[in-house]
């Protein structure tokens, strides 16, 4: 009888798991079928929803969830960019004083602020304090049956709500990262230059050499492309969102640690995809 009872106690928890990992995997795909939905309606939405897309340009940008005024983004930006940008003049000043190579200094800020530091923060920044809003808005309007009521209306809600979002966040990424960029160049030469006493000459000699066009441009593509994974990941946690406004909390959370490390993940492969495996500085020959 004991026996019994504990190979039935088994099979419940062999159950339970194979249940919860069979959820886990529906759920994976309907959050990979989401975003490939909005990827491909883009076109679409360029067509049919153009004014809704300007809309959501203006409130990204001027609005509640503002990227350069009220919301705070600029700021954020700013201020992460500064910091990570000084430490990261300060550890670079002192590693290549222990070989005397400070001169170098220059070229290690153009390439790690370029390819690095500034996608990266502008992509944070923008998870934390613009997907967030958009998880809260999605999820409001999917606990009220709003979607629900869209669908009812021929909009196509994918389209409508997600793509909309994406083409504006990455329009509107842009002039904050040019920013956040100029930030973290200032913010290094300042360090090493000012602080350490470098020479000015020898720094923006090095810094210019190993800076080219296509490092810039890359370094926009990243940027441009993690707005986007931002957007998707947020939005689409606020369509699946339920169990009403703790239900929406606890998506815009996930959302939240699933965008991050969704960036993590894509810096590097863009890095080794762009840049190669075997790192290039043309303007040094090497």
């Known amino acids: 009888m004991v026996s019994a009872d504990i190979g039935y106690r ?166 904050i990262y040019m920013i956040g960029l100029l930030a973290s160049y200032i913010a290094t030469r300042l360090v090493v230059v000012w602080y350490n006493g470098e020479s000015s000459g020898t720094y923006d000699y090095f810094f210019h050499l190993a800076l080219t066009p296509a490092d810039l441009l890359y370094s926009a593509i990243k940027a441009v492309v993690f707005a986007a994974i931002v957007t998707l990941v947020h939005c689409s946690y606020g369509y699946f969102a339920s169990g009403g406004p703790e239900g929406v909390g606890q998506a815009a959370g996930r959302a939240l640690r699933t965008s991050i490390l969704a960036i993590g993940i894509s810096d590097v492969i863009f890095t080794f995809g762009l840049w190669g495996l075997v790192p290039q500085i043309p303007g040094m020959g090497i």
């Open 10 to 175: 088994i099979r419940v928890r062999s159950t339970r798991r194979l249940s919860a990992f069979v959820d886990g995997f529906v759920r994976l795909g309907e959050y990979v079928t989401f975003i490939l939905r909005a990827i491909a309606a883009v076109p679409y939405t360029l067509v049919h929803y153009r004014k809704h897309v300007l809309n959501q340009i203006a409130e990204v940008t001027f609005g509640g969830k503002s990227l350069l005024s009220g919301g705070g983004t600029m700021g954020i930006v700013l201020a992460m960019s500064l910091a990570a940008a000084m430490m990261l003049g300060v550890e670079t000043y002192r590693g290549l004083q222990l070989v005397g190579m400070t001169t170098l200094s220059g070229m290690l800020s153009a390439i790690a602020n370029t390819r690095e530091l500034a996608p990266v923060v502008v992509a944070i920044a923008l998870a934390a304090k613009v997907g967030t809003g958009f998880t809260a808005q999605v999820g409001a309007m999917r606990i009220s049956d709003e979607i629900a009521a869209l669908d009812v209306m021929a909009i196509r809600s994918i389209p409508f709500l997600a793509t909309t979002r994406m083409i504006a966040a990455m329009v509107c990424i842009l002039p």
